[in-house]
């Protein structure tokens, strides 16, 4: 059974920083590219960031382009999202996700076969 665990989620004044942790197990870690998404209060679920299986590859949404970094260990089967210069947009639920897709970068929810419960992550103004 594949399970995906989020962590580090909190409330943070903006300007500040948090890191987000994905544990993943049940399933081949390093065989899958891993993503980042959040979904705010009366909004759509909107992607993020996603780090591509095997090389590392990352690809940002242009709204975290420069504020976040994703990252991957794969002899701990986790994936991290470094938040900095956190701001009140930022504020949502923030999910992992994997993907074996043949696309190596997908930014699409649809192609996401496995979802973490989420984290809540609130920045103050």
């Known amino acids: 059974q594949v399970q995906l665990v989020e962590s580090g989620g909190g409330l943070v004044q903006a300007g500040g920083s948090l890191r987000l942790s994905c544990a993943a197990s049940g399933l081949t870690f390093s065989s899958y590219s891993m993503g980042w998404f959040r979904q705010a209060p009366g909004k759509e679920r909107e992607f993020v960031a996603v780090?591509?299986?095997?090389?590392?590859?990352?690809y940002y949404s242009d709204s975290v382009k420069g504020r976040f970094a994703i990252s991957r260990n794969n002899a701990e089967n986790t994936v991290y999202l470094q938040m900095n210069s956190l701001n009140p947009e930022d504020t949502a639920v923030y999910y992992c996700a994997a993907t074996n897709s043949p696309h190596l970068l997908p930014s699409n929810t649809n192609k996401y076969d496995y979802w973490g419960q989420g984290t809540q992550v609130t920045v103050s103004s």
């Open positions: 780090v591509a299986r095997y090389s590392g590859a990352q």
